[in-house]
């Protein structure tokens, strides 16, 4: 069984920082990367960054040059450094296990955590 929990999220002012943190446990070593995703009012779900085991990180667009994903695998923690932030970044941020192939990231579908919100203020 594996289990997600997140943390880190809060109100900023926009053009501050945040870091979530992802904290795994269980059995995620059959998963090769882990991804964050956010979750706005009345929009879907989407994929914010993710990385593999061996350390390959890749962006969405949208926050490429403000967000850094990394990994401490001594602490089993996945983080999020969020900076620049802007009020389209409030959402509810979620971390996954799942797999990355090439240029997808596949989301397992069970292994989600329960999230944390981020409110960026102008």
């Known amino acids: 069984q594996v289990q997600l929990v997140e943390s880190g999220g809060g109100l900023v002012q926009a053009g501050g920082s945040l870091r979530l943190s992802c904290v795994s446990s269980?059995?995620?070593?059959?998963?090769?990367?882990v991804g964050w995703y956010r979750q706005a009012p009345g929009k879907e779900r989407e994929l914010v960054a993710d990385?593999?085991?061996?350390?390959?990180?890749n962006y969405a667009d949208s926050v490429k040059g403000r967000f850094t994903i990394s990994e401490d695998n001594t602490a089993n923690t996945v983080y999020l450094q969020m900076n620049s932030l802007q009020p389209e970044d409030t959402a509810i941020y979620f971390c996954n296990a799942g797999t990355r192939v090439r240029n997808t990231y596949f989301p397992s579908t069970d292994y989600w955590g329960r999230g944390t919100q981020v409110t960026v203020s102008s």
């Open positions: 990385i593999t085991t061996n350390g390959r990180t």
């Open positions: 269980g059995n995620i070593f059959r998963f090769n990367a």
